[in-house]
């Protein structure tokens, strides 16, 4: 009976309309074989040749299926469908096709972001065997539960000594020239993962567990006379105990209990291991293996537990929410930091999920998911999956085939996560949603996720809820619109204090000689103070490195990047100079190129400098940097995280990583450092941003019953800004630069298309900018702004030039607007000399 989903009748040729993973603009035509056609749907993976000839092997979704042949091109049979289920949904297909529209980038591209590379198999993958099924070979009838053909034994045989081989070294092993069937069977298996060449090999994390033997399981009567003929070894007797009160043999469900057993770490910790050694060998326990779920390190063995009851003023919200949601599909709740917003989106979320609906949490770092995920873990279990780049390939596989089949309803998430495979999304939660984190730079698509979830909501029909002690202006000016709804909870948690936040005037910083050059005297003291009553301190500096960069103090040549107009930044621990931009790394010169002395100066500081200072001022305290450079391994953020929960630091030294919602019992005070450079960068938001910046990172200090205590350092402490941060009087920051918005006409009341253009050439960079701007301002005039150079004008070998084109809400039409700017991209390249150049576009840049 043909596939329902397709509704064709397959006694003519079918044909499928395919989203290629490329940045092209349009879907491509394949023919789909008389075998495939029970199995193809949209939304289906299938494996096709594309490129001149044989071309790549790559994966491609399936978006139409009819029976009218190309004509352009003679169509190319599709090789190989992929899913016996679509792996993609109706609502995901039309979610792709407006970030390609409203971001004005290829659906191509779309597809290629959305879809975890464990789901794209092409000819430039790697295969490794699941580690899983090494641990299933452990079981005597393993080979009963799979079905190989010939060929899959051989490959099979060859990964076992080879581990890892790639697509074109499996094609020559097996001499197939598409051997797709194969490694699709064995994925379906899941007896080999696929990876990018790019990415790790999947190491998954091993656990050793004991359990009572089958024995001693199917009759738990036994465990009595096991029990007597052990009294006389106290020691063995003491692990059988133990054993019996955690695995509980007088339940019902006992041989479930042992089936899921007891880390053998466990009994490392408490008991003898020859003791347990020996009840292994004479078959009255048994130690076996499993793949732990990444989920598991956030608590694998929890205990659930209800959420906590509301306060008064967090109930309060709650029922606003709810009231708020009768009627409109958007809330925002601006609460304080530290007045429990978690409390109250578990309890939407418990209400959500009993309705049978799906949960999306967004979250715009990934520091946030360690403390987040613990505590929805203890509350809603295995429902809960994890969602960002740390994890890999194939562990975002799981999550998106758990959404599938029903196992996880809740996804806590960064911004990727919002191409998940929902099919039946209830809320979606965006906290912190001011955060620029949400906005994806490159490679395109340049979506901002807090914006396309709203979006996402509205195809499903569900409800949003944005909270933020610090709501960016643009959604706060959606609720005095009336676009959204607005719920204020500006009561802390348990009743505890604001922050006493204080301004310190660096310019007599160095009025003790025993003072680093960094550091006031009022903030070494108050750090002193802090330790002293065991309590944690946060040290706030917004650069990482060493010092931003080195200069010879005889003549003072500076050290640059020869791939980017930036200097190197200096990093102690390995001696060396760093590009932030291209990732370029040389080692400091033993003398000046320059006028040949051997004299270097550092010059400014960065978080590595401050935890070098800090550590020289108190050498006794225990200090933590956490910043991009301590936190790339998959586990950096995790074990700084519970280092801090567990007073093992007494001082946290941090980038804008420590601002974002981490919730710190012990610490009382937060110093600030180089704020003055943020507050006059040059952009229309920067005093919006040193708001939300400075209020934030206070939001550390006082979470509970101590008292916080913020110092800023600055030289100007009579700058406007500061007073209403200190005030926390958001609602006058809004009103002054909401009027300032309003006259030179910047968002919320237009909307920005940044035109990106580079070349390696600077003069036909130049030129084309400038033609380009020229052309546009034609039609659209003084809403063409530019062609400028950006602040750094040179990344990776490549000038740069950018245009701002600024389009007012009311009474423009934005899509014609988008259409004329393709329009005008395109007769750029249809000049020759100008083919080289890359031109590139941001809708709504941050």
């Known amino acids: ?80 469908v992929l899913d016996e289920t679509p792996s993609v949904n109706e609502i995901q297909i039309k979610f792709f096709k407006w970030i390609s529209e409203y971001y004005m980038c290829f659906i191509g591209e779309v597809l290629q972001a959305a879809l975890p ?9 790697k295969i490794q065997i699941n580690p899983q099924f090494f641990v299933l070979q452990n079981d005597p009838n393993w080979q009963d539960k799979f079905d190989f053909t010939y060929n899959e034994t051989l490959l099979l045989t060859e990964l076992s000594t080879k581990d890892i081989l790639s697509y074109s070294e499996i094609s020559q092993f097996l001499q197939t020239k598409n051997p797709f069937k194969i490694i699709n069977s064995l994925v379906k298996k899941e007896v080999i993962l696929t990876f990018d060449e790019v990415k790790e090999k999947y190491k998954p994390k091993i656990v050793k567990k004991i359990r009572f033997t089958f024995k001693y399981c199917k009759d738990p009567e036994s465990l009595k006379y096991l029990i007597k003929e052990t009294e006389k070894q106290p020691k063995r007797l003491e692990i059988i105990l133990e054993c019996m009160q955690i695995l509980k043999p007088q339940l019902i469900d006992y041989q479930n209990f042992n089936s899921i057993g007891i880390l053998k770490s466990y009994f490392n910790e408490k008991f003898s291991s020859s003791s347990l050694q020996a009840l292994i060998s004479i078959g009255v326990l048994e130690e076996f293996t499993i793949i732990q779920s990444r989920l598991e390190e956030f608590g694998s063995n929890l205990h659930l537990s209800v959420a906590h009851s509301l306060t008064e003023h967090q109930q309060k919200a709650y029922n606003e929410i709810i009231l708020h949601f009768e009627k409109s599909d958007s809330v925002l709740l601006h609460g304080v930091t530290g007045s429990g917003k978690t409390e109250v989106y578990i309890k939407l979320i418990t209400n959500v999920l009993a309705q049978g609906n799906q949960v999306l949490f967004l979250l715009p770092e990934i520091a946030l998911t360690t403390q987040i995920v613990f505590r929805l873990k203890k509350i809603f279990g295995n429902n809960l999956g994890v969602y960002h780049s740390k994890y890999s390939d194939n ?45 994806q730079y490159d490679p395109a698509p340049r979506y901002n996720a807090r914006d396309a979830a709203l979006m996402l909501a509205r195809l499903h029909h569900a409800k949003t809820l944005l909270g933020s002690a610090t709501p960016s202006l643009e959604s706060y000016y959606n609720c005095k619109e009336n676009k959204w709804q607005l719920v204020e909870l500006f009561q802390r948690f348990s009743d505890a204090k604001m922050p006493d936040i204080q301004l310190v005037e660096i310019k007599n910083k160095k009025s003790n000689p025993e003072v680093n050059n960094d550091f006031s005297e009022t ?9 002293h009553k065991k309590e944690q301190v946060i040290l706030f500096q917004n650069r990482r490195g060493y010092s931003p960069y080195i200069c010879c103090e005889s003549c003072g040549f500076v050290p640059d990047c020869k791939s980017c107009a930036v200097s190197l930044t200096f990093h102690l621990q390995k001696g060396d100079l760093k590009c932030h931009y291209c990732g370029h790394t040389e080692r400091v010169p033993q003398r000046c190129p320059q006028c040949g002395s051997s004299k270097f100066i550092t010059v400014g500081f960065g978080t590595q400098k401050i935890e070098e200072d800090i550590q020289l001022i108190l050498p006794k305290a225990r200090v933590q940097r956490m910043d991009l450079d301590t936190t790339r391994s998959k586990y950096g953020y995790q074990k700084i995280i519970h280092a801090v929960e567990n007073e093992e630091v007494d001082i946290l030294v941090g980038t804008q990583m420590v601002t974002k919602g981490l919730d710190f019992e012990k610490v009382s005070l937060v110093g600030v450092f180089d704020i003055d450079r943020m507050l006059h960068f040059p952009d229309f938001r920067s005093h919006e941003r040193v708001f939300q910046l400075l209020t934030q990172v206070a939001g550390r200090a006082g979470r509970k019953l101590t008292n916080g205590l913020v110092l800023i350092q600055t030289s100007q402490i009579n700058h406007p800004i500061f007073l209403k941060i200190i005030e926390n009087n958001y609602k006058e920051l809004y009103s002054e630069e909401i009027y300032e918005r309003e006259k030179f006409i910047y968002p919320p009341f237009s909307r920005i298309i940044k035109i990106i253009i580079k070349d390696k050439n600077k003069s036909l960079a130049d030129d084309v900018a400038l033609t380009l701007s020229n052309n546009l301002k034609k039609h659209l005039g003084k809403r063409v702004l530019g062609p400028e150079s950006p602040l750094i004008d040179k990344i990776r070998d490549f000038f740069i030039n ?45």
């Open 802 to 846: 950018d245009i701002h084109i600024k389009i007012e809400k009311k009474g423009m039409d934005i899509v014609k607007c988008k259409a004329l700017i393709f329009k005008e991209i395109e007769s750029i390249y249809h000049e020759k000399k100008y083919r080289t150049c890359l031109v590139q576009l941001d809708v709504d840049p941050i």
């Open 1 to 80: 009976m043909p596939n329902s989903t397709t509704l064709f009748d397959f006694s003519s040729t079918l044909f499928a309309d395919l989203i290629i993973p490329r940045p092209f603009p349009n879907t491509f035509t394949y023919r789909v074989a008389d075998d495939q056609t029970q199995n193809i749907a949209i939304g289906s993976r299938v494996a096709v040749s594309f490129g001149k000839g044989a071309g790549q092997i790559i994966t491609a979704l399936v978006v139409k299926l009819h029976q009218n042949p190309p004509l352009a091109y003679e169509a190319k049979m599709i090789f190989e």
């Open 523 to 531: 903030l070494v003291n108050e750090i002193k103070n802090a330790i």
């Open 395 to 439: 562990e975002r596989v799981e999550v998106w085939k758990g959404i599938k089949n029903g196992t996880i309803n809740i996804v806590v998430g960064v911004r990727s996560s919002i191409f998940l495979p929902f099919d039946n999304l209830g809320l979606i939660i965006i906290d912190e949603e001011h955060e620029s984190s949400y906005k």
């Open 117 to 125: 590379s464990g789901l794209k198999i092409n000819s430039e993958i």
